[in-house]
C-alpha cells in the first residue's frame, strides 16, 4: 500500500490533469510507443507550436481525471502506452499534427478523442484532421466574396453600357 505522502502526490497530478481537461477544447489520445527520442523531440516542437499540450500519463491518471469532468467512454483506449494532447483555443490542432506524424510513421497511432466533452473514435479524429483550419476557411470565404463582389461590379457595368451610359471609369494606370 502506498505511503500518504505518495498518496497524495498522484492526487494532485490526477487534480492537475483534470483541471487541464476541463479547459481544453479537444484533444486526442495517442499510442506512442516504438517513437525515438529524436522523432518525439521533433514532434513536441510542432505541438508547441501549434499550441498544443501534450503529455505522457499514466492510464490509471487519465481515466481518473476523465471521469472527474465527465467524460466517460474513453476507458477501452486506455490501455498500453498512452499520451494526450490537447488545445485550450483551437480544436483541430492536436488532431492536424498527430494525425500527420501518424501518416509517416506506423507505430504510432491514434488511440480517440474528444472535442466539447464528447468521446471521438480514431476514424472520427482521422476526419477532422482533414478539415481546413480556422485561417483557411476565412481565406476562402474572402476569396469568395471577392469574385462576388467583382462579378456584381462587372454586371451593373454592362448594364450602363446598354442603357447609354458612359462605362465606368477605369483607374488610372501608375506610371
Do not use: W
Not at 481537461?21 to 517513437?35: H, M
Not at 486506455?78 to 483555443?89: D, M, R, Y
Not at 476526419?127 to 462587372?154: N, T, Y
Amino acid at each position: 500500500m502506498p505511503s500518504e505522502k505518495i498518496l497524495e502526490q498522484k492526487k494532485e497530478l490526477v487534480a492537475e490533469l483534470t483541471d487541464q481537461l476541463s479547459k481544453a477544447c479537444a484533444g486526442v489520445i495517442v499510442d506512442y510507443k516504438g517513437i525515438t527520442v529524436t522523432d518525439d523531440t521533433k514532434l513536441r516542437k510542432s505541438l508547441r507550436e501549434a499550441g498544443v499540450d501534450y503529455r505522457v500519463v499514466k492510464n490509471t491518471y487519465l481515466r481518473f481525471a476523465f471521469n472527474n469532468i465527465g467524460l466517460e467512454g474513453l476507458d477501452h483506449v486506455l490501455e498500453g502506452t498512452t499520451a494526450v494532447a490537447f488545445s485550450h483555443s483551437d480544436e483541430l490542432a492536436a488532431a492536424k499534427v498527430l494525425c500527420k506524424y501518424a501518416e509517416t510513421n506506423k507505430d504510432f497511432t491514434i488511440k480517440a478523442g474528444f472535442s466539447e466533452g464528447k468521446p471521438l473514435d480514431a476514424e472520427t479524429v482521422l476526419a477532422l484532421s482533414k478539415v481546413p483550419g480556422k485561417e483557411d476557411l476565412l481565406s476562402m470565404l474572402a476569396g469568395s466574396l471577392s469574385q462576388i463582389i467583382a462579378g456584381f461590379a462587372r454586371a451593373i457595368n454592362a448594364v450602363a453600357e446598354q442603357k447609354g451610359g458612359a462605362p465606368a471609369a477605369e483607374p488610372a494606370a501608375e506610371a
